[in-house]
């Protein structure tokens, strides 16, 4: 052991002390074991396919820096946070610079150095390398390692923001002398690699069986001696989301299982049994309606659901839109339907709380007679008497579609209701996920192509700029015919002012007025009535009651502070 | 075999063996009932299962809903009585198109000797296809494009009755077409022969009458079988969606409430394996009144 | 009789490649992606080239016949190459490869296939042990209580969804009760007498219902195969040589009666793999039917189609098996 690593193991000894107190020593703490029900098929998350393959690969594989609990960054593998401040940041906004930590070594005993950084970015950037996170890259012009522990990001322009790549748990840093042969279209046939990668985290893998277990000991390499202080970890797949809330919270099977999207009184009454706690925390996922403000009438053939077919007959209209979010009474909803893991929202942009409107609010609480007076407002009364409004021949019977999902049906139903109760028919449809957001050009049922009035699904941002995010919604991001449907403005909103707003927000730097701009842009989108939200959907998680030290954490990994994790006496 | 349809006193007989074996009568009785409740009982029922009661959810039983409410409120009488209708109608189709196919292929291969090689072997390759794996995947490519052709219900339901009809003709067809072998060497087929019978002419006035038996038989025990696959493609998800609940799907998103509400599991699940075994009882009770060698008929 | 197994076996071949090329039609044409599943976040651009990584975009014949060569020439290689240690030709051939997990799939059932095997095999050989001993009693004792009894339980196991007599045993001895454990542990490892007697325990459920599945099917087919020889001559020479009634019934009649029952085991054995998918999804064993629920809902065709042409050949096998032992045990059969 170097004597530079035994002081930095020292150190950060120290300041651990004053953290946690109550802690012992390295793997004094016996074993854990995690369910993650969805279960993980490889540990690679450069070609993971979500959270629940990249959160175990985040007990081996580090970024340069992490989201905390609150949200902020903090420095993981990097010295400090490059700011304008702190000299990282040039001051044309074109280049960051980050410094790593000294002393890192992989479990493999071998140095962490800058190379490994810059070999990672041209790992993903590679041609046919399947890259799932390339868009963490984008705009990046250059990589380069100033020396062995100092890495220069350039960018092709200024980026007011740019935590992009190596920040958060999809964007770890792989070894570069492990995978040296996996560039480009080899990196798909690498199965040793992307099963077993060696990282500088607090563990490493013992066994991985593909969509089964996943078991780990400690790195001997890790930078600090006193941590982690569990031995062991096993991490369990496979069953449903009621089976490993079964298992933590009623039979006491497992210490932490993942992902509990489950009927709220049956989570209550596992919760009853008190072996365990229930965890939630918000991040940025809204369950929200996508209103089609073009006509998707099927006689249209070629330019239906495009604004070549000319604007919806009666949703075009921010009055309806407005009466139909008004008339869902939201806290029932999220009483029946999400419980803990939901709250009712007006606002699409919900979170981080510092960028949350609340302008909106008003459709907080249920007001039919509200509704039922705005329809009146824009000339829709119920002519003939069938109990559906109608207007020059048009009545107002929606078709609304989302994908096959419990909750996503129940709140089909609900919502139904309710708008029956002002007048408006609803016809519901439950289309099969793989085909809803599978990208299929031929099957006309995708969320793209939105051949309905109304659908419904949830969408989120990782990390916490919302600026990718709002960028959905200008008229660029259109789905056409003529792109391939590819593009997230799904309601098909066009409004030069929104544009223009955007392409502000991109130069801005101050937060302040980040924070500002974005609260309009969310404003704007509510007011033309593009959206409907209705419930911020947080992550739900329960760990044994012996457990101490979870952090639930939605803006990075949840087991990010696992080397902390100890039982309780 | 007798050749019974032809007069009256085996027929007779026939009733008399058949009321001896209890289980198949219990079994036919509440049959009977089962398809005329989940035929009639949806129009006679207070409530509907699309119905929503947010101040009665996860409700016990009670004079106003026998088998209590889910979580929406909504009755589990009604969801039982409407899924049953579905589940039924599907055992009853499919069951309806195997025997269907398995009589022509089993009758033509016994009746014509050229037929008779490559029909049983094609036979013999439908024997070898991995029955449950090759639906589910069928299933679940398949049934958002029949979805899209045939609108929702009615996409699935072709797809799965065809599905289960197409691969479960194959025991149906063994038995007829030796049946029907058997019955080629008897006197009075040879004598029709000699006389100047034309085939076709051979199979209707004279062979399916005599297999008629057989067929019902298998019919029977087709429908059990076509009701229990059903069941276990859409507890496994792959089946009706949720918004079409049959029996078997009923019982997948009742196991979710297990602690909560055990009744939405297990109602399903008991209507299920009551028409299953009322089923398999009639046809076992046909079988032996038909048959003299075996069971209940025997001494 | 070789002359037979040699026909048989060549019948077998055109049957697996006519199944194989079945099996990859039918999925061809099937509307699928298995990008969908991926976070909204990705976008379409990534999403394309990543089908395009993966080979969807090849036409047909071109992705069946390299689906060939990997299966048949390739995956016997490298597991020659394991087992013998020699080095046979190329290393880095292609191998089929899953999509969500980038590994070849044969590794992937080979590491399912242990579990689906203990409770599936285990669970056969039990089924066999109650039906034999019931089916021969009854049919000693027809019509007796012993007979009413087994027929009427038989005829409950048959017609019992095995899903919801799991569901139903999980409310009763999982949540209910607490005796068992509701989630099948596949990393636990039997060193000593504690480790044994929870992989008895987690066992216990999944073997109890798959065998009385099996054991009501094999009793029925055991009772009639006796019922049908009981009455023929050589048993009343057999008494008439005043030999036991223990010993008629076990060494003639029990003996002959076996040889259907042989068959209809040998033929259950792929279709008890088959169903097995439903009882591994239901107390969550990590098996090859969990493998095979989990590819079709991510939409990883490789292993989909390995799995299922898996099946195939297994139902192919033991029917050849099964008419090849009948023949073997019954000098009676001819073959020309």
Redesign the interface.
Known sequence: MSSVFKNAALAAMSVSALATPTFAERGTQGDLKLFYWQAPTLLNPYLASGPKDSEPASLVLEPLARHDETGQMVPWLAEAIPTMDNGGMAADMRSITWRLKQGIKWSDGSNFTANDVVFTANYCLSADSGCQVSAKFTDVDKIEALDTHTVKISFSKPKPYPYAPFVGLEVPVLQAAQFADCMGANALNCSAQNLSPIGTGPYQITEFKPGDVVTYDINPFYRDAAKPGFANVTIKGGGDASGAARAVLETGEFDYAWNLQLDPQVLAGMKAAGRGTVVTDFGTAVERLQVNLTDPSADLNDIRSTHGGGAHPFLADPRVTKALSLAVDRDTLVAIAYGDTGRATCDVLAAPAIYASGANDDCLTQNLDRARALLDEAGWTDSDGDGIRDKDGVSLSLLFQTSVNPVRQTTQDLLKAWWAEIGVETELRAIAPSVFFGGDQSSPDTYQKFYADLEMFTNFFPGNDPEPYLNNWTCAAIPTPENGWAGMNVPRHCNPDYDALVAQLGNTVDLGERIEISKQLNNMLMQAGALIPLVHRGEVSAHAASLQGVRMNVWDSELWNIADWTRAK | MTDLPHTGAPTNRFWRRFRRHK?AVIGGGLLALILFAVLIGPFLWLHTS?Q?N?TA??LGPSLAHPMGTD??GRDLFAAILEGGRVTVLVGLVAMGLSVAIGTAVGILAGMFRWLDAPLM?LT??F????????L???I??????LR?LFG?EAGIFLLIVAMIGLTSWMQTARILRAEVLALKNREFVTAATALGVRPWGLIRRHILPNVLGVIIVSATLGL?NAI?TE??LS??G?GF???HPTW?RL?F?G??????T?AR??WP??M??LT??CA??LG?GLRDALDPR?GFGRK | MLTYCLRRLAFSVPVLVLISFAIFLLMDLAPNDPTSNLPMSIPADTRAQLREALGIGDPLLTRYLLWCKQFFIHEPLNWLTNVTGLALGDPDRLRVLSWSARVPVVDLIAERLPQTLWVVGMSYLLGIAIALPIGIYSAYRQHGWFDHLGSFISMIGYSVPSFFLGVVMIIVFAVKLNWLPSVYDTTLRVTDWGSLMEQFRQMVMPVAILALYNAAQISRYMRASMLDNLHHDYVRTARAKGASERRVMLRHVARNSMLPVVTVIALGIPQVLAGAVITEQIFKINGIGELLISAIQSGDLPVVQTLTFLFAVLVVLFNLFADIAYGLLDPRISYD
């Open positions: 289980g699309g929503i947010i959810r996860n979580h929406l072997r013999d390759l024997l070898a296809l991995p029955v449950l794996p090759l589910l995947v069928t679940m490519l398949w049934r958002e494009k899209m929702a059990a229990i069941s276990a507890f496994l792959l969606p949720p918004d078997g019982l998103d196991t979710e409430y297990l602690t909560l055990p599991a297990i699940g008991l299920i394996t299953v075994l398999n009882y076992e075996r």
